[in-house]
């Protein structure tokens, strides 16, 4: 028997949260998963607080939900622990809420990163602007950094369990080694796609443009109901961590699907796509 997915919300008993495991519920039934909200405290005389906050929440839910829905409260710090529940459980998805810009200082906003960097396991983070009631067009932004193409595996998933289209959107520099690699990552990207029957499509911006401007454009032109993009500290782009940033904020209030690629490449030594 398949282990039934697992999607993990970490819950903070906001609005925000509320939307995220709002979410988890909808790809779970979807999936046939299950969704585990967990709340991080720090002292142990806060657990039985969170707890009956827990209970509280139950009756605001219906029956469906409550069947594939489990709470837990942990002790320490939610960066390290939330990290920690993904390397246990081994989780679909870590499926997280955030204010988007206007509130990114918050902490399911600005640390949105920290949490990522401190975990191996794939997010979707959300503002909760845009109910996803379907998933048939994801865009993936990548360039000629091999960091950028980790996120490959997770978009694949995703786009094989709702049967979507992922259009391939790649970085292009007038740098002719540096668009070497980036048309070199992309032919890694479609043969993988390719072995798994994943449905795609090449978009081309153009060299010069504004990449981050452009790819929110292509994004509002196809109607995508998500953005699939690899995080990482460190490469040849300039400031990577600025732009996932900028996805997680998008204007559009996309959702993202990010995974911390750095911690894939440097512990494998290589593409994790075949998993």
């Not at 396991?121 to 360039?143: A, E, H, N, R, Y």
């Not at 049967?163 to 043969?191: C, P, R």
């Amino acid at each position: 028997m398949l282990k039934a997915p697992i999607y993990i919300v970490p819950y903070d008993f906001t609005e925000v949260s509320e939307k995220a495991t709002r979410l988890a519920l909808d790809l779970a039934h979807a999936n046939e998963g299950e969704v585990m909200l967990i709340h991080v405290v720090k002292k142990h005389n806060e657990k039985d607080d969170a707890q009956n906050k827990f209970k509280a929440l139950a009756p605001t839910l219906d029956e469906k939900d409550l069947k594939i829905m489990s709470s837990r409260v942990l002790v320490g710090d939610i960066f390290e622990d939330i990290g920690k529940a993904g390397e246990l459980l081994s989780p679909e998805l870590i499926v997280m809420g955030t204010h988007g810009a206007q509130g990114f200082q918050k902490v399911f906003g600005s640390n949105a990163i920290k949490m990522i960097s401190n975990s191996s396991s794939p997010f979707l983070i959300t503002q909760g602007k845009k109910t996803v009631d379907k998933i048939k067009t994801i865009v993936m932004p990548f360039s000629f950094d091999k960091n950028t193409i980790q996120i490959t595996k997770f978009a694949a998933s995703m786009a094989k369990r709702f049967n979507a289209t992922v259009h391939l959107v790649g970085y292009h520099d007038k740098d002719e080694w540096l668009e070497k690699h980036m048309k070199s990552n992309q032919n890694i990207v479609k043969k993988h796609f390719d072995e798994k029957g994943v449905n795609y499509e090449i978009a081309n911006i153009a060299i010069g443009k504004n990449y981050n401007n452009e790819l929110l454009a292509y994004a509002k032109k196809v109607d995508a109901d998500l953005l699939a993009a690899g995080y990482f500290q460190e490469g040849i782009i300039t400031n990577p961590k600025s732009f996932i940033q900028f996805m997680i904020e998008n204007e559009l209030h996309l959702p993202l699907l990010t995974v911390n690629a750095e911690d894939l490449f440097v512990s494998k030594g290589h593409f994790m796509f075949n998993a």
